[in-house]
């Protein structure tokens, strides 16, 4: 179904490139000036949570047979696939509606304005299936990231950041069972929350799934990048503690560049965090969600030493993952 969604975007993208709008084919959307002036934290932050996912092949590294050249390869294939087809497709909408009228459009139409330009040239029928696809295609994108979220409870309860029962798999499945069910637990407390928070200012009920959605879609998107900066600086901490500084040093200065880069977006970011959440300048969701993220990132470091303080060799198994579990269980047997 996935795949199917995409082809059909595809087929809008032709669709768009041989019907443009008034001023044709312009290619003013990678103009390089665009990057620039108000707005670009909230932009670099939309674009980060529109590749959300690709850093995921490692959580399967497991369940391959060749990890070490599986999961780099996974993850070059997504983030080559996914930057084409969407500045393609992020090009196609611009053409289709003219690069002066697609801010308009795209404030008028909001998450409909795919649908909106499908419908002028491919047809109810087409726009109809599209919608479907739509629905089905989150559906895949949230059943993906529940699995994921599943196997990092499975990690941590492997490695003693969550109890034992997480780290152990499901019957004959294989499969993280406990973790699944946190995740449900979790989501369902989360989802019932902002439903029985609603004060239906205005009897729509749509108000709190966009509340959720952009709310939680944002500090996600705000977390990751804090994650992925702090990976890239473990990859230098990693090699200079083991004296590998100088034949590492490519992936040194690729991992230190990245990391910073990764930090200014996450400050602008946080600067521009009332635009994401549409909350005024003055409201308390520009720093009380941004907090959450700091907030968790101290509890971790908090946690990390009292468990290196009491606990020292469950402490040095953290990150070690099935390397470590199968030592234990051959030790124990």
């Known amino acids: 179904l996935l795949l199917v969604e995409v082809a059909l975007v595809v087929v809008f993208d032709i669709a768009a490139v041989t019907d443009p709008g008034a001023q044709g ?18 932009a670099l932050c939309f674009c980060i949570a529109a590749f959300l996912g690709f850093e995921q092949a490692p959580v399967y590294a497991e369940e391959t047979s060749r990890p070490h050249v599986l999961v780099p390869r996974v993850m070059f294939l997504a983030v080559a696939g996914v930057a084409v087809f969407f500045a393609l497709s992020s090009w196609a909408l611009t053409v289709a509606t003219g690069p002066d009228k697609i801010v308009g459009t795209a404030q008028e139409q909001s998450a409909g304005l795919l649908f909106f330009l499908t419908e002028s040239r491919l047809g109810d029928t087409f726009t109809d299936v599209l919608h479907v696809l739509f629905v089905t295609g989150m559906f895949a994108a949230l059943l993906s990231f529940h699995n994921v979220v599943a196997r990092y409870a499975f990690a941590m309860g492997r490695e003693g950041l969550l109890p034992a029962a997480f780290g152990r798999t499901s019957g004959t499945s294989g499969a993280p069972g406990t973790g699944s069910l946190l995740q449900t637990a979790v989501s369902a407390v989360v989802v019932i929350g902002f439903a029985i928070a609603d004060d239906k200012p205005n009897g729509d009920p749509t108000q709190p799934v966009l509340h959720l959605f952009t709310w939680g879609g944002n500090i996600g998107a705000l977390g990751v990048i804090v994650l992925m900066a702090a990976a890239s600086f473990s990859v230098v901490a990693f090699f200079v503690r083991r004296g590998a500084a100088a034949a590492q040093g490519v992936r040194l200065v690729t991992s230190t560049v990245a990391g910073l880069a990764l930090l200014v977006i996450a400050g602008y970011t946080v600067k521009d965090f009332d635009v994401l959440v549409g909350a005024g300048p003055d409201s308390a969701l ?20 009292i468990l290196r303080s009491r606990a020292p060799e469950r402490h040095a198994r953290i990150g070690q993952g099935n390397e470590a579990f199968q030592l234990d269980k051959a030790a124990s047997s």
């Open 25 to 42: 084919l312009s290619l003013h959307a990678f103009n390089p000036d665009t990057l620039t002036g108000a707005g670009v934290g909230t």
């Open 286 to 305: 520009s720093w009380v969600l941004p907090g959450i993220i700091g907030l968790a990132a101290v509890a971790g470091v908090v946690q990390g030493l």
